[in-house]
């Protein structure tokens, strides 16, 4: 069997979609094969238009281990800008090896692929499952590619010792589409380091909120109950952009017609229309968004839901004065509660949010209104009668930012609402049907289908659907006894989780303990003689790194994961980035060790922070118990 047909055949087997686009593939004959002046003949690949070769046509495959042997140091997370005949490729995977090691190739063109495997056996390589080969890919594809993959487990974690492994020939014909997969990857990054947030202190309001809601948490039902009860109905996002002024009155008479879920902004600016929805997200957990409800009647929030992340302000819950469907987000601390009440995977706003309730409830076609997320014009950021004003300060003070507009090239961002943009289109990018953005205005999302609100009524909405009647037969209330035994079992959480708390700390102690012994026997001796006891520093640093091992632990990551996250994250950033740069090995060391240093002695009063709120969400589920009795 040629190697052509035994590539495709592993190809179709491992690789379908690569396969689907090399079926039928005819090259572009950019490219010639030529054999190099090696005794073993290897191929080399020539550039006709250019006249340039891929490898040095002297030995190309001991060219390429010599350049990879130069700059890697730490072979994690490694990007293939070109798959010229694969050589790079094959010397990573053959000789650089790391147990959380991928290999992500990227190359716009198909030729140099299709070359290469009429050429060699690249069987083993198309099995693997570390590599990934995204060849022939639109630019427009590569930025969810980048996020997904960097959400695989630790990846993240390196992305400062990233290794750029460039084919030279194929960056310097395809300049352009490699400078966007630069811009590209670099968003993804941003984003998913955004995502695990930037301060653990902000990131424990969340918790202690959740504590002081976690009465709201039992008494009420979730959005488990309204799993795809609305599947292939018509759902509509109502935001708050300034677009909302223009088409908010095509919602009369839509109540009973589409399932509208509004972002917690939009209530009042609804109400001055003397319009409702069905159900208002919301996620913010500072007292500002509690504001957002203030002055509401029982009568303005009359079927209407609440659909809040529990990590709200308690303030929250008690300025809407109607009833509550408790939605988690994916947090290892809503796992930990053991509180079933229905996990979301929802991204940065309550917009994000909606969009996420209603592809739960089924809905299909999902359209958006008011979701500008741009300046609109005059620089407003908001519809009028939104609570802090037209024009809100805050945005001003962003950095300003330029989009592709839904009608306009070019429209201005801040980068906050940037954020919410990539968390849609990652949304969109995954949903298994149709999104309308019927904004008309504000920044284009990648995957929507742009129309008129007026245009998708008439398209897409017309039976009645029975919103209110179907929320309400499908929420299963916790009983009395459901409540005191859910309250029992968080008591007794509660409390191992204390003891837990205790466990940890003392292993960090430990850790600081054998620190300080290398920074006195190792470092100290170093820097003064520049001599080092190889076998003592050896075992000191396996003993400091002993405490990384409950960060693993399941326990660990459930109770305090969630907390801690934004900066132990950002430490192993940092110590990945240093053992994966070209200073000496033992001055890496050191530097690792000083790191961990600072990273043992705050995680360490983080967990102790963590406790105090445990010892009080304890306090509030005794006191609750003393008093039904």
């Not at 809503?334 to 079933?340: D, N, S």
């Not at 306090?619 to 118990?625: I, V």
Request: glycine share 6%.
């Amino acid at each position: 069997m040629s190697y052509y047909k035994k590539n495709l055949k592993s190809l179709k087997k491992y690789r379908p979609e690569l396969y689907k686009k090399l079926i039928n593939y005819k090259p572009e004959n950019r490219y010639l094969i030529t054999t190099s002046n090696h005794p073993q003949k290897y191929p080399n690949l020539l550039h006709k238009d250019s006249g340039l070769l891929t490898y040095d046509n002297n030995d190309p495959i001991t060219s390429v281990l010599k350049d990879l042997k130069s700059k890697i140091f730490l072979p994690v997370l490694n990007f293939h800008f070109g798959f010229g005949l694969g050589y790079e490729l094959m010397g990573m995977v053959q000789n650089y090896k790391h147990q959380d090691s991928v290999y992500v190739v990227i190359d716009p063109e198909l030729e140099p692929f299709y070359h290469a495997i009429n050429m060699i056996d690249f069987e083993e390589i198309i099995k693997e499952k570390r590599v990934f080969l995204a060849i022939g890919e639109p630019i427009g594809n590569m930025y969810l590619f980048f996020h997904d993959l960097l959400m695989l487990g630790n990846l993240k974690m390196y992305v400062k010792s990233i290794n750029i492994i460039e084919n030279k020939l194929s960056t310097r014909v395809n300049f352009e589409y490699f400078k966007s997969v630069m811009n590209q990857l670099k968003d993804a990054v941003r984003e998913v380091l955004l995502h695990f947030g930037n301060d653990p202190w902000d990131s424990l309001i969340g918790i202690e909120n959740t504590f002081l809601n976690i009465n709201e948490i039992i008494n009420n039902p979730g959005i488990k109950d309204l799993k795809d009860k609305f599947k292939g109905k018509p759902g509509i996002v109502v935001a708050t952009g300034p677009s909302l002024n223009k088409n908010i009155e095509l919602l009369r008479g839509l109540e009973n017609k589409a399932v509208i879920c509004a972002a917690d902004a939009s209530v009042k600016v609804m109400k001055r229309y003397k319009l409702k929805p069905h159900l208002v997200t919301s996620l913010e957990r500072v007292i500002a968004t509690s504001k957002l409800f203030e002055g509401l009647t029982q009568d303005d929030v009359k079927d209407v839901y609440l659909a809040a992340c529990p990590v709200v302000r308690p303030e929250t819950y008690a300025n809407f004065p109607g009833e509550r469907i408790i939605v988690y987000r994916n947090f290892a601390t809503f796992k930990w509660l053991e509180i079933e009440k229905g996990i979301l995977n929802i991204g940065a706003s309550s917009g994000n949010m909606a969009f996420k309730v209603l592809e739960y409830l089924g809905c299909d076609p999902i359209i958006l209104i008011g979701q500008d997320l741009a300046f609109g014009e005059g620089d407003v950021t908001h519809a009028t009668g939104s609570t802090y004003g037209e024009k809100e300060d805050s945005y001003f003070k962003r950095r300003i930012l330029e989009v592709e507009g839904n009608y306009t090239e070019k429209i201005k961002t801040t980068e906050v609402w940037y954020q919410f943009l990539k968390h849609y289109e990652k949304d969109v990018a995954n949903f298994n049907g149709t999104v309308i953005n019927a904004t008309e205005g504000g920044a284009k999302i990648q995957g929507t289908k742009i129309m008129t609100f007026k245009e998708a009524i008439d398209n897409c909405i017309n039976a009645d659907v029975n919103v209110i009647d179907t929320i309400r037969s499908s929420l299963n209330y916790p009983t009395e006894i459901e409540k005191v035994e859910q309250r029992e079992m968080m008591i007794k959480k509660v409390r191992e989780a204390i003891e837990y708390s205790d466990e940890v700390m003392d292993k960090l102690k430990e850790g600081l303990h054998y620190i300080q012994l290398f920074k006195d026997e190792i470092i100290k001796p170093f820097e003064e003689s520049k001599r080092i006891d190889d076998k003592r520093a050896s075992e000191l640093f396996q003993l400091i790194q002993e405490p990384m091992k409950i960060f693993a632990e399941n326990k660990f990551y459930e109770i305090f994961m969630h907390f801690i996250q934004s900066y132990y994250i950002t430490s192993m950033v940092e110590v990945f980035g240093v053992m994966g740069s070209d200073i000496e090995a033992i001055r890496k060391n050191f530097t690792v060790v000083v790191m961990l240093e600072d990273m043992y002695s705050v995680i360490g009063k983080l967990i102790a922070a963590m406790k105090k709120d445990m010892l009080d969400m304890e306090s509030k589920l005794e006191e609750n118990f003393i008093k039904k009795s």
